[in-house]
């Protein structure tokens, strides 16, 4: 029995569960193919939107990347005793 299940360890699962993920699939599949229509029909809105997109992410890394570094600064300045961490180091 063991050796059946570890052999179709693809099909483990309710059979609702494997329905849902096949109309899942079928449904990304299918509006893949219409963005993909809908960029061959208008490549200038698919440019505008990935522009956008990428904006977006770089004002994202902007903010948090600084707020990061200036997080890391401060750890490092104060070290790990003045947070109450006390790290004993490690012996072979």
């Known amino acids: 029995m063991l050796e059946t299940k570890s052999r179709h360890w693809w099909a483990v699962g309710s059979r609702a569960g494997l329905f849902a993920r096949g109309i899942a699939s079928i449904l990304t599949g299918a509006l893949s193919v219409l963005f993909g229509v809908l960029l061959i029909v208008w490549p200038a809105a698919g440019v505008l939107t990935l522009v956008v997109l990428i ?6 890394f902007g903010i948090t ?27 072979a």
């Open 55 to 60: 904006g977006i992410a770089a004002i994202a």
């Open 65 to 91: 990347l600084p707020m990061l570094g200036l997080r890391l600064r401060r750890k490092r300045r104060h070290g790990p005793a003045a947070a109450g961490h006390h790290h004993r180091p490690v012996t």
